[in-house]
């Protein structure tokens, strides 16, 4: 389905014109156990051709008798036709819970294309094959930790990945100086991480810059600044400083909403926002084309989208995921309420 050449050069194509693209996702604080684990994502270009797939057991790269079925968002090449290839898998959950997101990591380097005794996976269908094979953050942490899977491709990529399941616990991969770079982050203020990823520079520098950053709230007389442009450190940071003030939630709405805040904190307008691009301009301007809410225990996906900010709701176990089942799709800008007509609650 994705495995040929004229897919590898069409995703090369794709993604080099994604460098300068800004994303922010977070893991929101477990509170209170019987809640379900949330967490969430923007994604932010200079444009914003993307839809939804429901992709059933058996097309996503495994086998019918094993795969697993998701929903993952798209990228639609309408404004490259002649690259051969129609769709990137960017963003998505799976029936187990699991969820994998691609975000910008510029200066990354890949492992060259492994040995016979290793699995290669090409990096534009890393999340493709996550979302596809696997059920816990565990079961990727040890496929590539223990070289069985080789992430490879071109340096001009620039993504790295972050997984994450019911758990709370998120798997940062990065590929540094053409080796694997993995993080167990348990969103632990700062032991292992913060359940946050942004974009460059890598991940242990956004650690120690948030832990400096603590250093500096336990002194006497703190005076610190809530950081307020879009670059990937001052995202992470205030990212980090709301999300650690949020209330404990009691119910599985009120943890949503709080996650809805957060998104808002770190959602960029459409126009000429200053402080948004990573790399060279895309000359129309970063901004967020669409953010995902994941419901890693019920395998929920919330998303809204740069034209509609309503949330709209994909629960899989309402999906025919069944293996042989046709893969259905729904663009993520659609025609779906934008509002609620809200004249017939009112009461006497």
Known sequence: MMGTMAWRIGAVVLLRCWLAGACSSFMMSSGDDSLA?????????????????????????GNASSSLGYVGAYA?????????????????????????????L?????????????????????CTWVLSTFRSVDEVHEALASGAAVVYGPDGFAQ??????????SLVAEFVDQT????????????????????????PFHLTNAQHLEWK??????AVNTPGNFYPDERFLRLHLLKSALEVPS???????????LLNSVTVPPGQQRGTDSGSAEG??????????????????????????SLQRVRLADLDLQAGSPTKTLAIENDLDWYVNAAQAFTS
């Not at 990137?88 to 699991?98: D, F, M, Q, R, S």
């Not at 203020?189 to 991940?203: D, H, L, R, V």
């Not at 709230?217 to 703190?222: D, I, K, Q, V, Y």
């Open 37 to 61: 684990t949330i967490s969430a994502r923007t994604m932010d270009l200079g444009y914003g051709a993307f839809s939804l797939a429901a992709v059933p057991r058996g097309q996503g790269g």
């Open 76 to 104: 639609v090449l309408e404004k490259f036709p002649k690259v051969g290839v129609e769709q990137v898998i960017t963003a998505g959950i799976n029936e187990a819970g699991l969820s994998c997101d691609m975000q910008t």
């Open 106 to 126: 510029e200066g990354s380097s890949y492992p060259p294309y492994p040995g016979p005794n290793a699995r290669p996976v090409m990096v534009g269908v890393f």
């Open 160 to 169: 790295h990945f972050v997984v994450r399941d019911a758990t709370g616990v």
């Open 180 to 203: 694997t770079r993995l993080y167990l982050d348990g969103n632990d203020n700062g032991e292992t991480g913060f359940g946050i990823m942004t974009n460059e520079p890598e991940f």
């Open 217 to 222: 709230l336990g002194l006497a007389r703190p």
């Open 251 to 261: 119910t599985e709405k009120e943890k949503i909403m709080q996650a809805v805040h």
């Open 284 to 309: 129309m301007g970063d901004h967020t084309v669409f953010a995902f809410i994941y419901d890693h225990v019920n395998a929920v996906l919330y998303f809204r989208s740069a034209g509609n900010q």
